[in-house]
């Protein structure tokens, strides 16, 4: 049932190659709305066909916001994002459209449609400095241990190779005297602040997905993927983000003449296969969730079925 008290939103997640760009398009064009992407590396300009970023005949017409303004040397933070998102599904809802979050970033969506509350926090870059000089001195799994010594629950959901979240939130005890599971708590509203009606493609046979994504790194390949890998290594001391994102590290050692291109394009085949995994147990674990199998017929007409009714339009 609708909640005429909050601003209805729709959104559409899923792994990459799920098929969200055509589906969103066509759901959207249904519903009147308008799509605001949801996917960390869509932001940056120039770095298209590695992103998967809609062209303009896959949209169809269709406006897309939060796509294509940022440079990649510029960061940009969960708390930018949902700050971002909140003023665009505003300016959607003011002229009478639907606003439709898409993307692959399950953070991004579910921070946005939780209503989490970022509380500003300057940054200490010497702090973030010595930690960086710490961990590379002193390895991931001693960095993990100190944070499982100070905030045990949220460390336990961090893996300890995953050097950046462990620092960051060690930055945060140390410049506030605040864990991040407490800072967590404290940022959900009491009720999240929009009626959703929440989508997630997945293939139901997870072969088919794998298909899916090796069909699209290929794509990528004859669309020009290397040409922008080889913008992002050339620069990547600059565009840091863009450096660790899978799309462009995977070629690196091609460009530096130490692995074949059939060998780099078997890896990101497989980058992304690991990375799918990961979005789909993002997701699965995010509460009224609707499961769709993009190869199902009449999918769009359904999906907007569920809308209307939801919204009792």
Known sequence: ??????????A??????SGKTAFSVQLAKRLGAEILCADSMQIYKGLDVGTAKATQEEMEGVPHHLMDFLPPEETFSVADFVAAANRAARAVAGRGRLPMLVGGTGLYIESFLNGVRFAE????????????REAEALGPAAMHERLAAIDPDYAAGVHPNNVGRVIR???????????MSRQRAESLPEAPPFDAVVFCLAPADRSRLYRRIDTRVDRMLDAGILEEARTVWENRERYRTAAQAIGYKEFFPYFEGTTGLNACAEKLKQASRNYAKRQLTWFRRMKDVVWLDPDEPQLVQRAEQMVREHFQQ
């Open 169 to 179: 939130a060690l930055e945060l005890y140390y410049s506030t005297g605040k864990t």
């Open 1 to 10: 049932m609708a909640d005429w008290d909050k601003m209805p939103v729709v």
């Open 12 to 17: 559409v997640g899923g792994p990459t190659a």
């Open 121 to 132: 926090q300057k940054a200490d870059p010497a702090l973030r400095a010595k930690l960086e």
